[in-house]
């Protein structure tokens, strides 16, 4: 297995999903759901992927306590590889911008960009198909990132089909509060119900169309508990956003402005 490969470098971008609505709880434990993702470099983390003289070396930067290196996505993607193909000999460089908590895919970025740059340095074996099993192995987001344009996502948010969605006619705002809410908090209050709505319809209008068609079922539930949620995003219309939703399981909020 190669050692000699020059380092990779990636800029790894967030998404934000448009629209959140949970169908069902699946068997599994897992629930099913409908969603878009739209990839936003509005926060970013950055990503370096090079030779090293031990097995596995992790470092990481961030202003956020992120608990155990042993536990982050990056790593566990390259024992994901490693235990198939024997990959060795890699340190990983991670400097998270990022917001970690927000419903922002951070997390999920950094595995799927890791698994990518890890693929193409040793010429791995590994169809889209089996990639996304990877990725579906790290967390329900990560297979996202590795096509990274706009999709409607149902399922896990693993069976995605592209849209063309295009929002650079628009400025988009993010705000993250300090307000950290995990996913098993977020799913706790849903009650999963059918949608009423067809994402990809529905936004082909312009965004200022989208209100009270285009909801996260988080919300409802979260912002009776956390009123600052609310808050925020009554901010962001009062900032004169066309629509503004919370991202995912939150806490990050988005707006979307005229330019």
């Keep these: 297995m190669r050692r000699d490969f020059e380092p990779v470098e990636a800029k790894v971008n967030a998404k934000i999903n448009i629209g959140l609505q949970i169908v069902r709880k699946r068997p599994d434990g897992y629930h099913d759901l409908q969603t878009v993702f739209y990839p936003t470099d509005f926060f970013t983390d950055y990503l370096r992927i090079s030779p090293s003289e031990k ?38 460089f991670l400097k998270k911008g ?74 988009l705002k993010i705000v993250k509060p300090d307000i950290h809410i995990s996913t098993k908090e977020a799913y706790a209050g849903v009650t999963p119900r059918e949608s009423e709505v067809f994402l990809p319809e529905v936004l082909k209008k312009e965004p200022k169309e989208w209100n009270n068609r285009v909801v996260n079922d988080f919300e409802e539930p979260l912002f009776p508990k956390i009123p600052a949620l609310k808050t925020v995003k009554e901010g962001l219309y009062q900032e004169g956003a066309l629509y503004a939703s919370m991202s995912g399981s939150g806490s990050a909020f988005f707006g979307i402005f005229p330019k």
């Design 55 to 92: 097995e596995i070396a992790f470092q990481m930067e961030s202003q956020e306590d992120l608990g155990s290196n042993d536990n982050n996505l990056c790593v566990k993607a390259f024992r994901l590889l490693q235990k198939d193909f024997g990959i060795s000999h890699v340190e990983i």
């Design 98 to 171: 990022i917001p970690s908590g927000a419903g922002l895919g951070g997390g999920s970025a950094d595995a799927a960009f890791t698994l990518k740059i890890l693929r193409d340095i040793f010429q791995l074996p590994i169809n889209q198909e089996k990639m996304i099993e990877y990725a579906l192995q790290l967390g329900s987001d990560v297979p996202f990132f590795l096509l990274n344009k706009p999709v409607y996502a149902t399922g896990r948010g693993e069976v995605m089909t592209p849209i063309d969605l295009d929002l650079s006619n628009y400025r």
